[in-house]
């Protein structure tokens, strides 16, 4: 085996000190000028030098990476949460180790330890379920997307979920809608209870009664969206229907389009996430906009605020959702 | 801090051999009863003994972890692929650190690197760029998942597009059509050669010109896919379009529904992936089926294989893939 190549010998070769070299590699170099960064660089790409995190870690106990885990990587929600993630934490020389917990609590779980026995400098948790963190976690820095279910004062992402349905709501009742339906997710792992009780304040605030037999709870898929809108429209009639999410809502164009009901003339339909494809259906899908990649990115900001300022408290975020006004709306003439 | 539990612990506990419990915990236990298997689990539950990889890595230098490398997580084919490899590494008790390169080279070969440093057991890559990697991956396993570009003996996991795209421009021409456009990429990361020359081959084999304003280049994307299509519709008169992607033909849906062409009567449209969302569109999506899963499963299990058996070769495997008949083709009578 080839003698490895060292920082020291990188700083011989330029003529420079390893505290030079050091504050270059890891981006603390603006005081040095352009031509000795780039002689760095050019003996760190010819010797292919590289500074070893496994023996770091041995005396450090750092590995430079930072735990996932979602509900499901090939949601489009979550997906660009990773995508938001992945981007800041490999700004800062980090790496993500990534889990999948198809919705089981127990994996979960399984995760937790599994992700602490590697060593990871911290777990941003996507996750709606009650797990005891405390007590699982340790000294390991955590940050939340959890929908506020595991109340803790520090390091929780929110979005105010809240509101931005309530809106979704309002808007159809002023369109002139009165009938108006839900696709929800009460019973399983996706939990939507935020956005069902805003459903039912807003029809109480407006005069409407709630009937129960305008809801219909489902995975938050699109095929499950399909399967619910079909029942849903067997006894229910409705003139309108708020989706859960817009995969949800994919599903129940699906389901309208097979009966031979027009989007938005026979049944209006308004989701919430606002995925790119939404803009993108016949008709466009008016929906709630939630910032996905933000919430990503911020969640690896605090993590590594956390990592780095462990006496700190980590900050809390709460975002606020954005109304998308497309074409999939009825409005009533009055 | 207290004592930690060890192996030693456990067996005490249950009153058998560490190498039983060692067995037990690393699936090897088939030998063992059903009573005994229990009594270690519910041990292992009960204490909170978990095997410390960090402490082994310090000894066997084995991390139990897989890097992998894809262009773009969000990308709805690819994350499919990410959950067939997740899903194959759980059950081995192995662990993904995620990488995306967001369509750089650049970002591969960096990534490459710092995978390395982190002592990665071995890397799967998903890229179309040819990388120099024997040089780069010096004694580590990897697996491909590049579309042939990287040639090599051994660990590459193919799909025959050609022959994919091929039935699909043969299908429309069956159907009537003789003014066939497409969509594709090949200026940029996401190359599709194979799709390309196997729509010409298609043409010529059945007597049909190719007009080089049929085609559009594009991203592989919705938006790409709009952008592409709006285009090639202001020059061409065609009436079927084979998209490089679903996506892309997403994409498409839209520029037609946007200029009031209806599919099919106006233009048939065909994609490629059989992403799930394509059999909720309007009209179902016609397209072809990769088995994305299927090969983010299969890269992971050949990945253990090269881990465990160094000596050996690592097979290789080309996917065939499925036409998926639907609604946004018009048959035309003959």
Redesign the interface.
């Known amino acids: 085996m080839l003698k490895k190549i060292t920082i020291k010998d990188i700083a011989n070769i330029v003529g420079v000190s390893t505290t030079t070299v050091s504050q270059i590699l890891n981006n603390k170099g603006q005081r040095f000028s352009e031509e000795t960064k780039q002689k760095v660089f050019q003996a760190v790409e010819k010797y292919d030098y590289?500074?070893?995190?496994?023996a770091k870690?041995?005396v450090q106990?750092e590995?430079?990476?930072v735990g996932m885990i979602v509900p499901d990587?090939?949601d489009?929600f979550f997906?660009?949460v990773?995508?938001g993630v992945?981007?800041y934490l490999?700004r800062k020389?980090y790496?993500?180790?990534?889990?999948?917990s198809k919705h089981s609590t127990e994996?979960e779980r399984g995760f937790i330890?599994?992700?602490?026995?590697?060593?990871v400098a911290g777990i941003i948790l996507a996750s709606p379920n009650a797990l005891e963190l405390e007590k699982k976690m340790k000294h390991l820095p955590y940050i939340l997307i959890d929908r506020g279910l595991n109340t803790r004062e520090q390091g929780n992402i929110l979005v105010n979920e809240y509101d931005g349905f309530y809106n979704s709501v309002k808007y159809l009742i002023d369109a002139g809608h009165t009938k108006i339906g839900m696709l929800t997710n009460e019973t399983g792992y996706y939990e939507m209870t935020d956005r069902f009780v805003a459903y039912q304040k807003c029809l109480k605030d407006h005069g409407l009664e709630f009937h129960s037999e305008f809801v219909e709870d489902g995975p938050v898929t699109?095929?499950g969206g399909?399967v619910a809108t079909r029942e849903l429209l067997k006894r229910a009639d409705i003139s309108a229907l708020c989706c859960g999410n817009d995969q949800m809502a994919?599903?129940a164009?699906?389901a309208a389009?097979d009966q031979g009901i027009v989007i938005p003339d026979d049944l209006s339909i308004i989701g919430f996430d606002n995925l790119?494809?939404t803009?993108?259906?016949?008709p466009p899908l008016t929906t709630v906009e939630q910032p996905a990649f933000d919430i990503g990115y911020t969640a690896a900001e605090y993590m590594l605020h956390a990592i780095n300022f462990p006496d700190k408290m980590i900050p809390n975020k709460l975002y606020q959702t954005k109304f998308i006004l497309r074409d999939s709306v009825k409005v009533f003439d009055r």
Chains 1, 2 share one sequence.
Do not use: A, W
């Not at 790496?95 to 999948?100: A, Q, V």
């Not at 803009?279 to 016949?282: D, F, M, S, T």
């Open positions: 590289s500074p070893d995190y496994f870690n041995m106990r590995s430079r990476t990587v090939t489009l997906s660009k990773i995508e992945e981007t490999n020389d790496m993500l180790l990534l889990c999948n994996m330890k599994q992700l602490q026995n590697r060593s699109i095929h399909y994919i599903g164009y699906r389009f790119e494809i803009g993108y259906l016949n």
